[in-house]
């Protein structure tokens, strides 16, 4: 095995020793034998000094990238807010000007129902009264003997009934408020969503299948997409969160697996992470959501040889019971 010899000259070449002896430079200057390989300690510096000035300038862009990405949550959020606001606003507008309209309706009945029944009250007073009073001089009449003023009396009974008497209410206290259909107060209770798209904090994985693969098995991973608030995000959508979803599988020997990425059908907000192992042993899952990890990852699953069927049939019978004869579990049949 050959080494490397860095000299000290000022070039800080390969190569640079006291030894003023003239070698040719495909030659080690320390150990005599042929250089295989040369490196530039200034060269590599340099180049990583650039990479570096190359990531420095990249942190700042991502830096300044991010505060872009702050400022334009704050105007997002101050534009749904205003826009919530304002829809409230509407909605309690028309409902306060249903109510006006409402009530001033009633106040019409009110008005009505009122002066109708006052009008029937009077005339049904003023009936009473003459009743009173011819009542009151036919009894004066009736009282004496002189009969030549009955019939002027009869006359004055028939006069009473001339004019129909109502004497059922000319209204009645039908007034109702007609209640609206109780899906109208679940459809305003339910008015308007808040969509924000997935948050890794709130995201996790579903049920303990996960943890099982088999190697050489087709395994699906489903994790439940939430938003901050906690509520499901709805994957029926083109994008449905999707898109912000990053999965690695990483196998035992370091190689990272093919992954496919879909939505549920028939679960809400639930996606599928599907990979394929190849090896045994443990595997490195982990799901991000635009670079952050969600609950529960990173993860370590066992993948696991599973059942091989031809290899169990080549075995053949390893034990059985209940077969006919005489021995340990076996049964001896008697006939009658």
Known sequence: MTANAFGTGEDGALGGSSDSS???????????AKVFCSCDVRACVVSLLAESRRNERSIEEAVESVRTMSERVDASVQAAASELRSLIHLHMSALEERKRELLQRVDTIRQSKTKNLKAQAENLNAAKAKFAQTIKSVEAVTAEDDNSQLASAFQELIQLYATPIHLIPHENDAVKFSVPDNQLL????????????????????????????????????????????????????????????????????????????GRSESDPGVIGIAYY??????????????????????????????????????????????????ADGELVFKSN
């Open 22 to 32: 003239p070698r040719p430079s495909s030659v080690c200057s320390t150990h005599d």
């Open 186 to 261: 679940s459809q305003i209770r339910a008015l308007g969503e808040l969509e924000s798209g997935p948050c890794a904090r709130q995201c996790h994985l579903v049920g303990e299948g996960y943890k099982r693969p088999i190697r050489e098995r087709q395994c699906i991973v489903y994790v439940q997409l939430r938003d901050a608030c906690g509520e499901v995000v709805p994957t029926d959508r083109a994008d449905g969160g999707v898109r912000d979803i990053t999965a690695t599988v990483i196998a035992p020997d370091g190689r990272n697996l093919e992954i496919h990425i």
């Open 277 to 326: 192992p190849i090896l045994d042993g443990q595997h490195q899952l982990d799901i991000r959501i635009r670079g952050v990890s969600i609950s529960g990852c990173p993860a370590v699953v066992d993948v696991r040889h599973g059942r091989n069927y031809a290899e169990i049939a080549a075995q053949g019978e390893l034990f059985s019971f209940g077969k006919e004869g005489s």
